[in-house]
Nanobody, 120 residues
């Protein structure tokens, strides 16, 4: 099991920045991939950015060049630095962790979400 706790959301003006944090309950070195997803009202949850335990990153086209995902293995924490925020970035942001176990099962874990609101 992996528990995830997000923090860092809030209200910011367009063009501003926020940094989200996701603290895991266990070493993230053994977690295969972690990422951030978001869900705006009336829309489906969508991928924002992911990072593997090898450090490979992937971004949605809508955030590439503005957002940066990173990880601090010593703190068991993944971050999402969000710059040049736009009103369309407003959503609940969720942290995700995917872990493959030795019995070939896969655990898919979610945090409780943190609200990001960007005013125009």
């Amino acid at each position: 099991q992996v528990q995830l706790v997000e923090s860092g959301g809030g209200l910011v003006q367009a063009g501003g920045s926020l940094r989200l944090s996701c603290a895991a309950s266990r070493s993230i070195i053994v977690i295969n991939a972690m990422g951030w997803y978001r869900q705006a009202p009336g829309k489906q949850r969508e991928l924002v950015a992911t990072i593997t335990n090898a450090g490979t990153t992937n971004y949605a086209d809508s955030v590439r060049g503005r957002f940066t995902i990173s990880r601090d293995n010593a703190k068991n924490t993944v971050y999402l630095q969000m710059n040049t925020l736009k009103p369309e970035d407003t959503a609940v942001y969720y942290c995700n962790a995917v872990k493959k176990y030795s019995d070939s099962s896969v655990g898919n874990y979610w945090g409780q979400g943190t609200q990001v609101t960007v005013s125009s």
